[in-house]
Protein backbone atom coordinates (compact mmCIF):
# COMPACT_ATOMS: atom_id res chain seq x y z
CA UNK A 1 0.00 0.00 0.00
CA UNK A 2 1.14 3.57 -0.49
CA UNK A 3 2.14 6.06 2.27
CA UNK A 4 -2.01 7.78 1.91
CA UNK A 5 -3.62 8.33 5.21
CA UNK A 6 -5.52 5.26 6.16
CA UNK A 7 -9.61 4.96 6.52
CA UNK A 8 -11.02 4.21 8.86
CA UNK A 9 -13.67 0.86 8.83
CA UNK A 10 -16.03 0.07 11.52
CA UNK A 11 -16.74 -3.31 12.22
CA UNK A 12 -20.03 -4.05 14.17
CA UNK A 13 -21.22 -7.33 15.54
CA UNK A 14 -22.17 -8.59 19.13
CA UNK A 15 -20.13 -11.95 19.07
CA UNK A 16 -16.25 -11.50 19.24
CA UNK A 17 -15.32 -14.30 17.38
CA UNK A 18 -17.36 -12.69 14.54
CA UNK A 19 -15.21 -9.11 14.87
CA UNK A 20 -11.89 -11.43 14.84
CA UNK A 21 -12.73 -12.94 11.56
CA UNK A 22 -13.84 -9.67 10.29
CA UNK A 23 -10.52 -7.80 11.45
CA UNK A 24 -8.59 -11.02 9.61
CA UNK A 25 -10.37 -10.71 6.62
CA UNK A 26 -9.98 -7.17 5.97
CA UNK A 27 -6.05 -6.93 7.63
CA UNK A 28 -4.82 -7.19 3.65
CA UNK A 29 -6.76 -3.98 2.83
CA UNK A 30 -4.03 -2.12 5.49
CA UNK A 31 -7.21 0.16 6.70
CA UNK A 32 -7.87 1.83 10.10
CA UNK A 33 -10.35 -1.31 11.44
CA UNK A 34 -12.53 0.10 14.44
CA UNK A 35 -14.62 -2.87 16.42
CA UNK A 36 -17.68 -2.44 17.96
CA UNK A 37 -19.64 -5.36 19.89
CA UNK A 38 -22.93 -3.28 20.61
CA UNK A 39 -25.03 -0.79 19.03
CA UNK A 40 -24.35 2.12 21.66
CA UNK A 41 -20.35 1.06 20.93
CA UNK A 42 -20.87 1.98 16.88
CA UNK A 43 -22.70 4.96 17.70
CA UNK A 44 -20.17 6.40 19.98
CA UNK A 45 -17.61 5.52 17.02
CA UNK A 46 -19.47 6.83 14.77
CA UNK A 47 -19.55 10.23 16.81
CA UNK A 48 -15.43 10.19 16.95
CA UNK A 49 -14.40 9.14 13.98
CA UNK A 50 -14.63 9.66 9.90
CA UNK A 51 -15.67 6.43 8.99
CA UNK A 52 -15.06 4.84 5.11
CA UNK A 53 -17.68 2.55 5.39
CA UNK A 54 -19.44 0.60 8.15
CA UNK A 55 -20.31 -3.52 8.59
CA UNK A 56 -23.57 -4.32 10.71
CA UNK A 57 -24.54 -6.84 12.34
CA UNK A 58 -28.67 -7.32 12.06
CA UNK A 59 -28.96 -8.97 14.86
CA UNK A 60 -28.04 -7.61 18.15
CA UNK A 61 -29.33 -7.69 21.71
CA UNK A 62 -30.86 -4.41 23.17
CA UNK A 63 -30.18 -2.51 19.73
CA UNK A 64 -30.36 -4.24 16.52
CA UNK A 65 -28.56 -3.51 13.14
CA UNK A 66 -31.70 -1.76 11.94
CA UNK A 67 -31.75 0.83 15.41
CA UNK A 68 -28.51 1.51 14.98
CA UNK A 69 -27.84 2.26 11.43
CA UNK A 70 -31.32 4.75 11.95
CA UNK A 71 -29.45 6.59 15.12
CA UNK A 72 -26.11 6.60 12.61
CA UNK A 73 -27.98 8.35 9.87
CA UNK A 74 -29.62 10.87 12.75
CA UNK A 75 -26.30 11.87 12.93
CA UNK A 76 -24.46 15.01 10.68
CA UNK A 77 -20.77 13.36 10.85
CA UNK A 78 -22.02 9.87 9.93
CA UNK A 79 -25.29 10.61 7.37
CA UNK A 80 -23.79 10.24 4.21
CA UNK A 81 -21.46 6.80 5.38
CA UNK A 82 -21.96 3.27 3.91
CA UNK A 83 -23.46 0.91 5.92
CA UNK A 84 -23.26 -2.67 4.28
CA UNK A 85 -25.53 -5.02 6.67
CA UNK A 86 -24.59 -8.60 7.36
CA UNK A 87 -26.74 -11.44 8.08
CA UNK A 88 -26.45 -15.01 9.11
CA UNK A 89 -29.28 -16.64 7.81
CA UNK A 90 -30.88 -16.35 4.43
CA UNK A 91 -34.26 -16.52 6.08
CA UNK A 92 -33.71 -13.07 7.06
CA UNK A 93 -33.57 -11.71 2.98
CA UNK A 94 -37.51 -10.71 4.15
CA UNK A 95 -35.58 -7.82 6.08
CA UNK A 96 -33.69 -6.68 3.36
CA UNK A 97 -35.95 -3.62 2.14
CA UNK A 98 -36.09 -2.84 5.52
CA UNK A 99 -32.78 -2.46 5.83
CA UNK A 100 -32.39 -0.37 2.26
CA UNK A 101 -34.81 2.15 4.18
CA UNK A 102 -32.87 2.64 7.15
CA UNK A 103 -29.94 3.59 4.98
CA UNK A 104 -28.01 0.90 3.74
CA UNK A 105 -25.53 0.52 0.64
CA UNK A 106 -25.34 -3.19 0.54
CA UNK A 107 -26.50 -6.62 2.31
CA UNK A 108 -24.30 -9.49 2.66
CA UNK A 109 -24.73 -13.13 3.47
CA UNK A 110 -23.15 -15.29 6.49
CA UNK A 111 -20.54 -17.08 5.48
CA UNK A 112 -18.86 -14.41 3.71
CA UNK A 113 -17.22 -14.48 0.80
CA UNK A 114 -13.90 -13.21 1.65
CA UNK A 115 -13.24 -12.10 -2.33
CA UNK A 116 -16.00 -10.29 -2.19
CA UNK A 117 -16.41 -8.86 0.98
CA UNK A 118 -13.15 -7.11 0.38
CA UNK A 119 -13.77 -5.71 -3.22
CA UNK A 120 -16.73 -4.01 -1.65
CA UNK A 121 -15.19 -2.63 1.25
CA UNK A 122 -12.14 -1.45 -1.19
CA UNK A 123 -14.99 0.20 -3.94
CA UNK A 124 -16.00 2.50 -0.64
CA UNK A 125 -12.39 3.17 0.81
CA UNK A 126 -11.41 4.20 -2.51
CA UNK A 127 -14.49 6.25 -2.86
CA UNK A 128 -13.84 7.47 0.61
CA UNK A 129 -10.05 8.42 -0.05
CA UNK A 130 -11.51 10.31 -3.48
CA UNK A 131 -13.88 12.27 -1.64
CA UNK A 132 -11.32 13.48 0.73
CA UNK A 133 -8.85 14.50 -1.68
CA UNK A 134 -11.79 16.53 -3.08
CA UNK A 135 -12.79 17.98 0.08
CA UNK A 136 -9.07 18.96 0.27
CA UNK A 137 -8.64 20.41 -2.88
CA UNK A 138 -11.93 22.43 -2.11
CA UNK A 139 -10.83 23.58 0.97
CA UNK A 140 -7.24 24.77 -0.65
CA UNK A 141 -9.17 26.40 -3.17
CA UNK A 142 -11.29 28.49 -0.54
CA UNK A 143 -8.26 29.13 1.54
CA UNK A 144 -6.49 30.82 -1.80
CA UNK A 145 -9.56 32.57 -2.75
CA UNK A 146 -9.97 33.95 0.38
CA UNK A 147 -5.99 34.94 0.43
CA UNK A 148 -7.23 36.32 -3.27
CA UNK A 149 -9.87 38.51 -1.65
CA UNK A 150 -8.06 39.77 1.12
CA UNK A 151 -5.02 40.34 -1.26
CA UNK A 152 -7.55 42.58 -3.96
CA UNK A 153 -9.24 44.42 -0.62
CA UNK A 154 -5.49 45.79 0.78
CA UNK A 155 -4.60 46.84 -3.20
CA UNK A 156 -8.09 48.24 -3.09
CA UNK A 157 -7.34 50.33 0.16
CA UNK A 158 -3.83 51.36 -1.13
CA UNK A 159 -5.55 52.83 -4.37
CA UNK A 160 -8.02 54.75 -2.20
CA UNK A 161 -5.73 55.99 -0.34
CA UNK A 162 -3.20 56.92 -3.14
CA UNK A 163 -6.54 58.62 -4.80
CA UNK A 164 -6.90 60.90 -1.38
CA UNK A 165 -3.20 61.69 -0.55
CA UNK A 166 -3.14 62.46 -4.64
CA UNK A 167 -6.10 64.86 -4.38
CA UNK A 168 -5.02 66.63 -1.21
CA UNK A 169 -1.97 67.19 -3.18
CA UNK A 170 -3.28 68.66 -5.74
CA UNK A 171 -5.38 71.13 -3.38
CA UNK A 172 -2.66 71.96 -1.53
CA UNK A 173 -0.76 73.30 -4.92
CA UNK A 174 -3.36 74.38 -6.69
CA UNK A 175 -3.88 76.87 -3.71
CA UNK A 176 -0.03 77.32 -3.17
CA UNK A 177 -0.02 78.29 -7.45
CA UNK A 178 -3.30 80.63 -6.63
CA UNK A 179 -2.53 82.22 -3.96
CA UNK A 180 1.29 82.80 -3.63
CA UNK A 181 2.03 83.45 -7.49
CA UNK A 182 -1.44 85.37 -7.91
CA UNK A 183 -0.33 87.69 -4.76
CA UNK A 184 3.13 87.73 -6.83
CA UNK A 185 1.44 89.01 -10.01
CA UNK A 186 -1.25 90.94 -8.99
CA UNK A 187 1.74 93.09 -7.09
CA UNK A 188 3.70 93.01 -10.45
CA UNK A 189 0.77 94.36 -12.55
CA UNK A 190 0.37 97.14 -9.59
CA UNK A 191 4.01 97.90 -9.60
CA UNK A 192 4.04 98.55 -13.17
CA UNK A 193 0.52 99.94 -13.44
CA UNK A 194 2.63 102.69 -11.14
CA UNK A 195 5.49 102.85 -13.35
CA UNK A 196 3.11 103.09 -16.32
CA UNK A 197 1.90 106.56 -14.72
CA UNK A 198 4.93 107.92 -14.64
CA UNK A 199 5.60 107.94 -18.16
CA UNK A 200 5.62 111.27 -19.89
CA UNK A 201 3.81 111.04 -23.43
CA UNK A 202 7.09 111.21 -25.68
CA UNK A 203 8.63 108.39 -23.96
CA UNK A 204 6.53 105.73 -26.75
CA UNK A 205 9.05 102.87 -26.66
CA UNK A 206 8.85 102.88 -22.66
CA UNK A 207 4.92 102.91 -23.16
CA UNK A 208 4.90 99.98 -25.61
CA UNK A 209 6.54 97.86 -23.48
CA UNK A 210 4.57 98.47 -20.55
CA UNK A 211 1.12 97.52 -22.79
CA UNK A 212 3.36 94.58 -23.41
CA UNK A 213 4.40 93.73 -20.14
CA UNK A 214 1.10 93.96 -19.11
CA UNK A 215 -0.45 91.81 -21.53
CA UNK A 216 2.18 89.29 -20.53
CA UNK A 217 0.86 89.53 -16.78
CA UNK A 218 -2.68 88.90 -17.71
CA UNK A 219 -2.25 86.03 -20.00
CA UNK A 220 0.10 84.71 -16.63
CA UNK A 221 -2.29 85.19 -14.12
CA UNK A 222 -5.23 83.24 -16.45
CA UNK A 223 -2.37 80.53 -16.83
CA UNK A 224 -2.13 79.98 -13.18
CA UNK A 225 -5.89 80.18 -12.56
CA UNK A 226 -6.24 77.45 -15.23
CA UNK A 227 -3.32 75.41 -13.70
CA UNK A 228 -5.20 75.67 -10.33
CA UNK A 229 -8.32 75.15 -11.62
CA UNK A 230 -7.27 71.85 -13.54
CA UNK A 231 -5.51 70.83 -10.05
CA UNK A 232 -8.66 71.55 -8.29
CA UNK A 233 -11.60 73.48 -9.09
CA UNK A 234 -12.19 76.10 -6.45
CA UNK A 235 -16.05 75.53 -8.33
CA UNK A 236 -15.74 72.03 -7.04
CA UNK A 237 -15.17 73.22 -2.92
CA UNK A 238 -17.53 76.35 -3.13
CA UNK A 239 -20.48 75.37 -4.86
CA UNK A 240 -20.62 71.99 -5.14
CA UNK A 241 -20.63 68.88 -7.56
CA UNK A 242 -23.53 70.23 -9.58
CA UNK A 243 -22.12 73.35 -10.39
CA UNK A 244 -18.86 71.86 -11.09
CA UNK A 245 -19.94 69.52 -13.45
CA UNK A 246 -21.59 72.07 -15.10
CA UNK A 247 -18.71 74.51 -15.31
CA UNK A 248 -16.43 71.85 -16.36
CA UNK A 249 -18.80 70.63 -19.60
CA UNK A 250 -18.51 74.44 -20.18
CA UNK A 251 -15.03 74.75 -20.32
CA UNK A 252 -14.77 71.60 -22.45
CA UNK A 253 -17.29 72.71 -24.79
CA UNK A 254 -15.18 76.04 -25.30
CA UNK A 255 -11.63 74.05 -25.44
CA UNK A 256 -13.09 71.56 -28.00
CA UNK A 257 -15.84 73.12 -30.14
CA UNK A 258 -17.62 69.80 -28.83
CA UNK A 259 -20.86 70.98 -28.20
CA UNK A 260 -22.20 69.99 -24.73
CA UNK A 261 -26.05 69.52 -23.89
CA UNK A 262 -26.14 69.44 -19.92
CA UNK A 263 -29.35 68.68 -17.77
CA UNK A 264 -28.68 69.48 -13.76
CA UNK A 265 -30.79 68.63 -10.69
CA UNK A 266 -31.56 71.93 -8.60
CA UNK A 267 -29.32 72.03 -6.09
CA UNK A 268 -30.11 70.14 -3.14
CA UNK A 269 -28.50 68.55 0.08
CA UNK A 270 -24.64 68.86 -0.14
CA UNK A 271 -22.83 65.81 -1.12
CA UNK A 272 -20.01 64.13 1.12
CA UNK A 273 -16.94 66.17 -0.19
CA UNK A 274 -15.15 63.01 -1.48
CA UNK A 275 -18.22 61.58 -3.09
CA UNK A 276 -17.90 64.90 -5.16
CA UNK A 277 -14.33 64.73 -6.06
CA UNK A 278 -14.34 61.33 -6.82
CA UNK A 279 -17.63 61.89 -9.04
CA UNK A 280 -15.95 65.05 -10.52
CA UNK A 281 -12.63 62.78 -11.55
CA UNK A 282 -14.93 59.97 -13.53
CA UNK A 283 -16.77 63.23 -15.24
CA UNK A 284 -13.24 64.74 -16.50
CA UNK A 285 -12.15 61.26 -17.61
CA UNK A 286 -15.17 60.70 -19.25
CA UNK A 287 -15.05 63.80 -21.19
CA UNK A 288 -10.17 63.17 -21.92
CA UNK A 289 -11.75 60.02 -23.32
CA UNK A 290 -14.52 62.07 -25.39
CA UNK A 291 -11.56 64.40 -26.70
CA UNK A 292 -9.13 62.01 -27.35
CA UNK A 293 -10.93 59.27 -28.97
CA UNK A 294 -14.69 59.67 -29.84
CA UNK A 295 -14.44 62.30 -32.85
CA UNK A 296 -17.70 63.61 -31.23
CA UNK A 297 -19.33 66.80 -32.13
CA UNK A 298 -22.12 66.51 -29.24
CA UNK A 299 -22.15 65.25 -25.95
CA UNK A 300 -25.37 64.65 -23.75
CA UNK A 301 -24.64 65.26 -19.99
CA UNK A 302 -27.16 64.09 -17.41
CA UNK A 303 -27.08 63.54 -13.55
CA UNK A 304 -29.47 63.09 -10.83
CA UNK A 305 -29.28 62.93 -7.28
CA UNK A 306 -31.90 61.28 -5.06
CA UNK A 307 -31.97 59.97 -1.37
CA UNK A 308 -30.70 56.02 -2.51
CA UNK A 309 -28.40 57.06 -5.32
CA UNK A 310 -26.15 59.04 -7.52
CA UNK A 311 -26.45 58.58 -11.34
CA UNK A 312 -23.99 60.40 -13.60
CA UNK A 313 -24.95 60.12 -17.59
CA UNK A 314 -22.45 60.62 -20.65
CA UNK A 315 -24.01 60.20 -24.28
CA UNK A 316 -21.72 60.94 -27.33
CA UNK A 317 -22.38 60.71 -30.95
CA UNK A 318 -18.76 59.57 -31.83
CA UNK A 319 -17.03 56.48 -33.39
CA UNK A 320 -17.97 54.38 -30.23
CA UNK A 321 -16.05 52.53 -27.85
CA UNK A 322 -14.56 49.37 -29.60
CA UNK A 323 -15.37 45.90 -27.57
CA UNK A 324 -11.14 45.71 -27.19
CA UNK A 325 -10.84 48.78 -25.85
CA UNK A 326 -13.78 47.92 -23.54
CA UNK A 327 -12.07 44.59 -22.52
CA UNK A 328 -8.21 45.81 -22.80
CA UNK A 329 -7.21 45.29 -18.73
CA UNK A 330 -4.66 47.90 -19.44
CA UNK A 331 -6.71 50.84 -20.09
CA UNK A 332 -5.62 53.23 -17.41
CA UNK A 333 -7.99 55.40 -17.38
CA UNK A 334 -11.27 52.96 -17.77
CA UNK A 335 -9.44 51.20 -14.82
CA UNK A 336 -8.74 54.57 -12.90
CA UNK A 337 -12.89 55.26 -12.78
CA UNK A 338 -13.64 51.65 -12.05
CA UNK A 339 -11.33 52.24 -8.82
CA UNK A 340 -13.06 55.36 -7.61
CA UNK A 341 -16.75 53.80 -8.29
CA UNK A 342 -15.82 50.89 -6.52
CA UNK A 343 -14.53 52.92 -3.25
CA UNK A 344 -17.86 54.33 -2.84
CA UNK A 345 -19.61 50.85 -3.86
CA UNK A 346 -20.42 51.85 -6.85
CA UNK A 347 -20.60 50.71 -10.91
CA UNK A 348 -19.98 52.26 -14.29
CA UNK A 349 -21.48 50.41 -17.15
CA UNK A 350 -19.85 51.69 -20.44
CA UNK A 351 -21.38 50.51 -23.48
CA UNK A 352 -21.15 51.40 -27.60
CA UNK A 353 -21.10 50.48 -30.90
CA UNK A 354 -19.21 51.86 -34.09
CA UNK A 355 -20.53 54.95 -35.71
CA UNK A 356 -23.05 55.24 -33.09
CA UNK A 357 -20.99 56.65 -30.05
CA UNK A 358 -20.38 55.68 -26.41
CA UNK A 359 -22.70 55.78 -23.34
CA UNK A 360 -20.87 55.77 -19.58
CA UNK A 361 -23.59 55.98 -16.95
CA UNK A 362 -22.26 56.05 -13.58
CA UNK A 363 -24.40 55.14 -10.65
CA UNK A 364 -23.13 55.37 -6.77
CA UNK A 365 -25.59 54.59 -3.69
CA UNK A 366 -25.96 57.28 -1.54
CA UNK A 367 -26.08 55.44 1.57
CA UNK A 368 -24.26 57.44 4.18
CA UNK A 369 -22.93 59.89 1.43
CA UNK A 370 -24.69 62.86 1.86
CA UNK A 371 -22.58 65.79 4.31
Request: neutral net charge; contains cysteine; charged residues 30%.
Amino acid sequence: MDGAPKASILLVDDEAKNLYALRELLGSLEQNLLLANSGEEALRCALNHDLAVILLDVRMPRMDGFETARLIRERARSRLTPIIFLTAAADEMGSVFRGYEVGAVDYLVKPLVPEVLRSKVLVFVDLYKKGAELANEIAERRLAEERVRQSEEKLRALAAHLITVREEERTHIAREIHDELGQVLTGLKMELMWLAKRLRDGQKPLIEKTKSMFRLIDLTIQSVRRISAGLRPEMLDEMGLVAAIGWHAKEFQRRTGVRCRIKLPHEGETLDKDLSTTVFRIFQEILTNVARHSRATRVDVEISISDERLTLEVVDNGVGISSHRLNDGKSLGLLGMQERALRFKGEIDISGSPGRGTRVAVLIPLAGGKA
